[in-house]
């Protein structure tokens, strides 16, 4: 069974920065696209930013010049550093993989969330 486990979150002042971590356990054939969400107040969970296995990037336009997301494809593992925090960037946020499986399906799997509280 494949697994997120995320870590990085935590309280920081308006300006500081933050980096998440998002590690990928388990059985696959290869992972496809890594990124990272961030959780509204209307539970809707909106792209922060996104990684291919490519590299290409894509980010959200609140967050373009101060975050920036990578992988390590030998550790399996997505990094999303931020920067120039601000009281907005509060929030939950939510490792996405999408990947293949062992039978060469498209699979997708979220991680549990880590809080990111930005003070003014």
């Known amino acids: 069974q494949v697994q997120l486990v995320e870590s990085g979150g935590g309280l920081v002042q308006a300006g500081g920065s933050l980096r998440l971590s998002c590690a990928v356990s388990?059985?696959?054939?290869?992972?496809?696209?890594m990124g990272w969400y961030r959780q509204g107040p209307g539970n809707q969970r909106d792209m922060v930013a996104t990684?291919?296995?490519?590299?290409?990037?894509n980010y959200a336009d609140s967050v373009k010049g101060r975050f920036t997301i990578s992988r390590d494809n030998v550790k399996n593992t997505a990094y999303l550093q931020m920067n120039s925090l601000k009281p907005e960037d509060t929030g939950a946020y939510y490792c996405?993989?999408?990947?293949?499986?062992?039978?060469?399906?498209?699979?997708?799997?979220w991680g549990q969330g880590t809080l990111v509280t930005v003070s003014s």
């Open positions: 996405h993989v999408a990947y293949s499986d062992l039978a060469i399906r498209n699979r997708e799997v």
């Open positions: 388990g059985m696959l054939f290869r992972i496809n696209v």
């Open positions: 990684i291919s296995s490519a590299g290409s990037t």
